[in-house]
């Protein structure tokens, strides 16, 4: 076993189970007259009755979203020829969970601070599902696997490495898939719908605020993004296609998510950002402006993969395609489609830079309030060029010769002309 293997293995998974579980409980404690301490984090970690309630109807709700009839999608096939099966419903889910919340804290719009109250509880009780259901995947992954075992319901001998990693890449809840349920439903619109909530609740405590609206507006505009970008090629991504199903994934998008990447918001709650309303309006046309140019470069990708002519008209002129021929799982020759024009012949992972943008708008108006609103972006550049990295490396042994020459024809990474 090499270095890497021994760390990867051995060293990751019980230090992340401990370090970013506690983090995120500890986290919750910022702003209120609680110290950070470990008897602070046990109080709050079992959650309450209140808390428990409210996870319960927010998982009946998004449980209900992919249960309603609807056109679905298909993810990329596994080696037994089985392709995961996706609701194509975001577009809905979206507007009709903004129509709820809408509706409830209009009516009621103190129970906003009711749920800001809530939050440490709220997150235990959260914890407590996201380690159930990680443990559920586990055993069942490990006893009853639903995958084939061509497309290798995997372990790796470790059972705590199979619990953080996963043993299966597609497996299902109640009929859904485990990955759109946890991801896209609870993860991405929790996230959204607890940032409302914090910036409902400075408003019941301080009134208005331009900088946190301009935050909050910048995160709903991404949200709606997201699913419009779901159905036409979230299901391509790593996260779907190459991420198996474990505490890893699962935990982050149920905890670490809603949870650390609001936290600016929740943090602006008792220390309100202050930007003046020309900043705050430059932070909102520059977070607008790249959930734009980045759902465009998206939009370029599915419209050279999704044709069905040789010839893709882009900017007025021929697309330059490179048909890249690789074997699959079970030998049989496959080809992609690699575009090297528009946004993707500039650099090949653009869209990251765009992302960093959105992320530093979203948190930019609170950036003379202290360190916190610095920790998303800065976590987010971490993230994405670690991803980077791992999407370089299965670009390269998928392809091979093929992703040398897109390569040549597109030198750099992330920003044109620079790296």
């Known amino acids: 076993m090499s270095l890497y293997e021994f760390v990867h293995t051995k060293i ?4 992340f189970l401990v370090v970013f579980t506690l983090a995120s409980q500890l986290l919750t404690l910022t702003g209120r007259d609680e110290p950070l301490t470990l008897a602070s984090v046990a109080k709050h970690s079992l959650g309450n009755a209140q808390a428990w309630t409210i996870l319960f109807m927010y998982v009946l709700w998004v449980l209900l979203s992919l249960k309603i009839p609807s056109s679905t999608v298909t993810g990329p096939a596994l080696p037994s020829g089985f392709e995961p ?11 009709s969970t903004l129509a709820l919340f809408g509706g409830v804290f209009l009516s009621r719009p103190d129970w906003a601070l009711a749920i800001h109250g809530l939050i440490p509880e709220l997150f235990g009780a959260i914890n407590i599902t996201a380690f159930l259901l ?5 055993v069942k992954g490990k006893l009853f696997p639903e995958e084939a075992p061509e497309d290798g319901a995997d372990t790796a001998g470790s059972l705590l490495f199979d619990f953080y990693r ?20 609870f993860g991405v619109m929790g996230w959204m719908l607890l940032s409302l909530v914090y910036f409902v609740a400075a408003i019941q405590l301080r009134g208005f605020s331009y900088p946190f609206f301009v935050s909050a507006l910048v995160q709903l505009v991404y949200t709606l993004k997201f699913s419009l970008y779901e159905s036409a090629g979230y299901f391509d991504s790593i996260d779907i296609a190459f991420d198996r199903a474990g505490y890893y994934l699962i935990w982050g998008s149920m905890v670490w998510m809603p949870g650390f990447y609001g936290l600016h ?4 709650v008792s220390n309100p950002p202050i930007t003046s309303p020309f900043l705050s309006l430059f932070y909102l046309i520059l977070g607008i402006g790249a959930i734009v140019l980045e759902y465009r470069i998206d939009y370029e990708k599915y419209l050279v993969r999704s044709s069905t002519s040789p010839t893709i008209m882009m900017y007025g002129k021929p697309a330059e395609v490179i048909h890249a021929e ?17 946004f993707w012949g500039l650099a090949r992972h653009l869209n990251y830079v765009f992302e960093v943008i959105i992320y530093v708008s979203i948190t930019a108006p609170g950036f003379s309030s202290g360190l916190i609103p610095f920790l998303l972006p800065s976590f987010m550049i971490i993230l994405l060029l670690h991803r980077l990295y791992r999407d370089e490396q299965k670009c390269k042994k998928k392809y091979g010769k093929y992703w040398e020459l897109y390569c040549s024809k597109v030198p750099y990474r992330l920003i044109p002309w620079i790296y």
Do not use: M
Request: charged share 15%; proline share 5%; aromatic share 14%.
């Open 12 to 15: 990751v998974p019980p230090l």
């Open 134 to 138: 990680c443990l559920w995947l586990l």
């Open 326 to 342: 690789y074997t699959d799982q079970n030998g049989k020759k496959r080809t992609s489609r690699l575009v090297a024009s528009g």
């Open 265 to 268: 918001a929740y943090n602006f």
């Open 166 to 185: 996963g043993v299966e890449l597609h497996p299902t809840f109640l009929g859904v898939s485990v990955k759109q349920l946890v991801i896209c439903r």
């Open 85 to 95: 099966q996706f609701k194509a419903n975001g577009i809905l889910f979206f507007w």
